[in-house]
């Protein structure tokens, strides 16, 4: 069954450069679920050689990528609402089936957006009680149920403060279930509750992200440099 890869797609330039980093991270033939946001820009970004299957927890697998105005159908529409193409071979089925994959452990990558993240690998990314925003969704089973978590984001929100932080202040998704962060400057791993700095971007030193960056991370003795 052929699956989404090598389809580039146009958008915000940050956000872009995130969601091409995450492709990186995701092993050939990986059954994926999309968050919201950035993770819905990554199957653009899916390296020629590589094969990914996309899963979305309202029912459907072989997700394709976005649909445009011509070939849009208001029937086929993602978890976000976004409207999609399905590629061939990919299938259609009930939320309850949608939710015993995840649930069962069948999903290989969940690449999920965050409004924070601790440094243990907390994740907060339903609810900010002061706006009086509620969102629940899949996030839960999904970050519980995937082989692996990876999170989207940008490096600091409007205000200008890290998304990475020593404690979450915003209500948890989960805890200690997040295994990559990737934001344009840098991507960290979490391994045994420690956050490890394991590449940033050539714009940027290590120093600068530790301003930039409320949690704290230990840099990876095999730490990469990427070239911006």
């Known amino acids: 069954m052929p699956g ?51 899963q979305s927890e309202n029912g459907l697998l072989g997700v394709g990528p976005l649909a445009d105005k011509k070939e849009a159908d208001v029937d086929l529409i993602d978890a976000s609402r976004n409207k999609v193409t399905l590629i061939n071979g990919g299938s259609i089925f009930d939320s309850a089936a949608s939710f015993a994959m995840i649930r069962g452990g069948h999903l290989d990558v969940a690449i999920i957006g965050a409004l924070e ?35 989207a984001i940008q490096h600091v929100g409007k205000d200008g403060k890290s998304k990475i932080l020593r404690e979450c202040t915003l209500p948890l998704t989960a805890v200690g279930v997040v295994d990559t962060v990737v934001t344009e400057f840098a991507v960290f791993k979490f391994i045994g509750k420690k956050m490890y700095l394991t590449e940033h971007t050539s714009d940027i030193g290590v120093e600068k992200l530790r301003t ?17």
């Open 4 to 54: 989404v890869g090598g389809m580039k797609m146009l958008s915000d330039p940050v956000k872009a450069r995130i969601a091409q980093r995450v492709a990186q991270e995701l092993p050939d033939k990986a059954v994926v679920n999309l968050g919201v946001g950035i993770p819905t820009l990554v199957t653009g970004y899916v390296p020629k050689d590589k094969t990914i299957f996309v």
């Open 117 to 151: 993240v601790s440094e243990r690998g907390d994740l907060a990314n339903w609810s900010v009680p002061s706006k009086g925003v509620y969102g629940v969704g899949g996030a839960m089973d999904l970050v519980c149920g995937c082989k692996k978590v990876i999170v």
């Open 212 to 228: 930039i960056t409320e949690g704290q991370f230990v840099v990876s003795g095999d730490m990469k440099i990427r070239k911006i």
